[in-house]
């Protein structure tokens, strides 16, 4: 691997108002966000590969290698002690990758874990600069047609990749007084053929990102009538800068990887823009929180299935928001454009109706998720058990359930449902059926099975808390919503379950196909 590399100040910043600085710290005042200022950036010492960095991009190689234990945060910084963010959400292995990054410490160091079993370590550190001299970065721009807030900042350093394998990466940033926060990177795979593809969700990641004080949820004031229109990736990450990945994404990768089945990585940002990793894969993973897709992505992840491909669908909400992707200040794909309810304003609102950036289901051109997922986004926010209902089916084989059996807390924050009058494909069998009450109304959430005229068999598990799980009553659970082990036992082994059957192909040439019981069970149920 080449040596990390200074850059120097890039003065050809396209011209864009700038918040005041007054302005600026009083929106940043409650997330804990420093104001900056512009400097130059140093040289970075020489970059030093890891004595365990693999050879290999493949990640089967990685399983069983020894970790490195202190892959996590210990010291989480203030926001103003160290931040930073990539030039891009993925490489692939040996593309070089850029840095962005602000602090108040004289310098600090970016080290590369790449998360995966590894005996139960679940990161390995694959790589680690020298040090690198700290300087404080500029305050951010601030674009006001959509109010979307961008750092633009002068690169601090380059790296390159070669000999990292596949797989997410965190790299973390240490300064010289201990701060750390992480960066996620996904070492993307550009054949899938015969792996299991788990898909990450960067658009998802970035729409709930509040660094600078907006997000596509909320402005500087907390209200939604301010919020972003379009939120940009040159910018870094609120929290810890992977909160997203480390809640819904990590532990299925580790589970995943624990398996030893055949694996490749993406984004759902990569596959909107080129789907030869979809091409002949076994099986494709949407992780926990996976709500922002293009028209195509989706289009790319519908005709995987269409050739055979299995899916997992492993949260809810999933496939909801209908987004596009526009170029940032230095590389197209930078910027997350959704306008929701206000999408009479999109420009495409009349030109172009079926890339308007609003909910999938919604005007001018309706194309509920359903008919992919197999279920419906219904409500947040919920907290309810879930109810087992097809306690024979083979997803449950192992975890010894009966019909009726319930999980305390499994099904929230957010709920799918099989809707009758939403387009779903069939055949389709419903596994859970979970009563709960969302905003005084009552309704259930759904676990849904379906096989396509492909072959490829398609799981949905209906609650966003699925992932989540996998960590409960473990230290890292610390959002587990006091789901217990016998909680976490469960969703594990329906989890390999789905896993292991979809990693072989075609689930029906193995598995016994949906057994249609939708008009049953809201017959009885509802």
Not at 386 to 414: K, M, N, Q, S
């Given at each position: 691997?080449?040596?990390?590399r200074e850059e120097r100040p890039d003065h050809g910043v396209a ?108 990161a390995r550190l694959v790589w680690s600069s020298e040090r690198v ?163 195509e992505q989706r289009r790319h992840v519908t005709q995987a299935r ?221």
């Amino acid at each position: 691997m080449g040596p990390a590399r200074e850059e120097r100040p890039d003065h050809g910043v396209a011209p864009a108002r700038r918040l005041g600085r007054r302005r600026f710290l009083g929106a940043c005042a409650g997330l804990g966000i420093a104001s900056v200022t512009a400097t130059a950036c140093d040289p970075a010492g020489p970059s030093r590969e890891h004595p365990r960095a693999a050879a290999s991009h493949r990640p089967e190689t990685e399983r069983d290698r020894p970790g490195t234990p202190d892959w996590r945060i210990a010291a989480r910084a203030p926001a103003p002690a160290v931040a930073g963010y990539a030039d891009r959400v993925s490489v692939t292995p040996g593309e070089e990758c850029g840095l962005y990054v602000s602090t108040t410490a004289a310098s600090f160091r970016v080290s590369a874990f790449r998360v995966g079993w590894y005996g139960g370590a679940q990161a390995r550190l694959v790589w680690s600069s020298e040090r690198v001299r700290g300087r404080v970065q500029a305050e951010p721009r601030f674009l006001p047609d959509t109010r979307t807030v961008r750092a633009d900042w002068p690169r601090t350093l380059t790296f390159g990749t070669s000999g990292w394998p596949e797989g997410a990466y965190l790299l973390r940033l240490e300064t010289d007084a201990g701060h750390q926060r992480y960066i996620p990177l996904i070492l993307r795979s550009t054949r899938g053929t015969g792996r299991t593809v788990l898909m990450h969700a960067p658009a998802t990641w970035q729409a709930y990102n509040r660094w600078g004080g907006y997000s596509l949820y909320a402005g500087a004031s907390g209200a939604y009538a301010t919020r972003s229109l379009a939120v940009s990736f040159d910018r870094p990450y609120d929290a810890d800068g992977a909160e997203k990945f480390m809640v819904y994404e990590r532990a299925a990768v580790v589970l995943a990887e624990r398996l030893g089945i055949p694996l490749a990585y993406t984004t759902g940002t990569d596959v909107h823009r080129d789907p030869e990793v979809l091409r002949g894969a076994a099986a494709i993973v949407c992780l926990g929180h996976d709500e922002y897709w293009t028209p195509e992505q989706r289009r790319h992840v519908t005709q995987a299935r269409d050739a055979g491909s299995n899916v997992a669908f492993l949260g809810a909400n999933t496939c909801f928001r209908r987004v596009r992707l526009e170029e940032g200040r230095t590389r197209p794909d930078r910027t997350v454009v959704c306008y929701k309810t206000s999408v009479r304003a999109d420009p495409f609102y009349t030109t172009r109706p079926a890339l308007v950036a609003t909910d999938f289901r919604g005007a001018p051109a309706p194309d509920p998720e359903s008919s992919l997922t197999g279920v419906l986004y219904e409500g947040y926010p919920t907290d309810a058990p879930y109810v087992v209902h097809a306690a024979d089916h083979w997803l449950y084989e192992g975890t010894g359930v009966r019909p009726g059996d319930r999980f305390d807390h499994l099904v929230g924050v957010e709920y799918d449902r099989v809707t009758p009058t939403a387009p779903v494909p069939e055949p389709l069998e419903i596994t859970a059926h979970s009563p709960l009450v969302c905003g005084g109304r009552r309704s259930h959430s759904d676990s849904a099975y379906y096989t396509a005229g492909s072959g490829a068999g398609v799981f949905a598990t209906g609650t966003m808390r699925w992932v989540e799980a996998l960590m409960a009553d473990t230290p890292d659970g610390g959002r587990d919503h006091a789901m217990d082990a016998r909680t976490r036992a469960f969703v594990t082994r329906t989890t390999e379950n789905a896993l292991r059957a979809f990693a072989e192909g075609p689930a029906t040439h193995h598995r016994p196909a949906a057994r249609p019981n939708v008009s049953e069970v809201y017959r009885e149920r509802t």
